[in-house]
């Protein structure tokens, strides 16, 4: 039987093909491959978003970029929190310095711990006339320590014409075989005709008079050109113009540098200055 109408072989399977409805499910289907399916609104769902994510969590990748995250925030808050910075300073072994010097001196106070330099802080404290050896210390969260070791002069006690070493609990040790040097303290006592070793000097003296000897010169400029002790007044100093200052005992040094220091700066005439008592008493002798 003939085709009533004429065609070439396979004009029906190209009609077919050709026709809109083949082509728009050939349309839908290479757009679902390629992950794009466009709906009858017209919106779009990108499920390789999601592929991409569930595929990072499977090889680790998300985990990584977290970590990562979340290490760059707390590194951030150490740099900056103020929790972590300089609150407190302890200081140990400090006899003649005071606590506030010395912290003030350090320039730790406030400071970011992961900025402190502990040698500039050693450095800055060893120039102290009173510090022979500084070790400072950072604990976590915000605390320092500092650590000094006082200058502490050699002291010779002279009694009766003869020098004695002596340690630095005030025990007479020997009498001593060479002259002292100029970095040697020597104590006059005219109260003792003579000593020997296993004796013990007055402590509260011993400390005083190495005070003095580190404090006058430091912060008052005052050089004493002798340092003594007498059983009646306790420690005094002469200096090289002929004065004698009293001091007495150690308790209330800070009072009594204080006022000599006053009467320097002001320039007061005086030949005997007693600081032992509240109120402080001074005479101007004119010289023979």
Known sequence: MLCPYWCPLGSHEDM???SP??????????MARQGRLAGPGGSQVRPNVWRALLSGMRNGRVVSLLIFLGCIGALAYLLSSPRLSVLQVEV??????????????????????WFVSQSESEARLRANPYVE??????????????HVVERRPEVRWQ????????????????????DATDDVLVVIDRSTPDLKPGDQIDTDALSLTRALALRLPAELGFTPAQIGWDFG???????EIGQTIIFGQNRNLDRKLAI????????????YLD???GNPFYQNSPQN
């Open 275 to 277: 600081l032992r008592s």
């Open 159 to 178: 009694a009766g014409g003869v020098e004695y070493l002596v340690d630095g609990r005030g025990q007479v040790l020997a009498v001593a075989q060479e």
């Open 21 to 30: 409805n083949t082509r728009q499910r050939i349309a839908a289907r290479r």
């Open 133 to 146: 050896s500084v070790q400072v210390e950072i604990g976590l969260p915000n605390l320092a320590r500092i």
């Open 16 to 18: 077919e093909y050709n």
């Open 233 to 239: 007044v306790g420690v005094y100093v002469r200096s």
């Open 260 to 271: 000599l220091a006053t009467l320097l700066k002001d320039q007061t005439a005086f030949t």
């Open 92 to 113: 140990i072994g400090n006899n003649a310095l005071h606590i506030e010097d010395v912290v003030a001196e350090s320039g730790l106070l406030g400071r970011r711990i």
